[in-house]
């Protein structure tokens, strides 16, 4: 937590995106245990990429909850598949979120 209070990582889009993946791997290691201090990251996270007009990368931005910002565990979500389309139900604020799949 610490570490990223400390690094001035702002300044350039690369640093922001960088600093984006950073931020969401480690809210992935807390998700379970700590999903509180995971929504923290996910918020900062967000809170860079609409800043610095800096993107999500696709990956990273399916695995929480766009509406409450819920990191997505096995047990605050579901995926469904049906008709060409992924669908997540966030548990935590009962959204969905549709993304379609070859
Ligand atoms: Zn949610």
Do not use: W
Not at 35 to 58: C, G, N, Q
């Amino acid at each position: 937590m610490a570490k990223y209070h400390k690094k001035k990582k702002e300044g350039t889009k690369e640093n922001a995106r960088q600093h984006i993946i950073e931020l969401l791997e480690e809210a992935g290691k807390v998700a379970v245990a700590k999903p509180e201090l995971a929504k923290r990251y996910v918020f900062m996270a967000r809170k860079i990429s609409s800043r610095l007009k800096v993107s999500i990368p696709d990956n990273l931005k399916r695995r929480f909850c766009k509406a409450c910002g819920a990191y997505f565990t096995s047990k605050n979500s579901r995926i469904r598949l049906n008709k060409g389309k992924k669908t997540y139900y966030c548990l935590v604020c009962q959204s969905l979120k549709r993304v379609p799949y070859k």
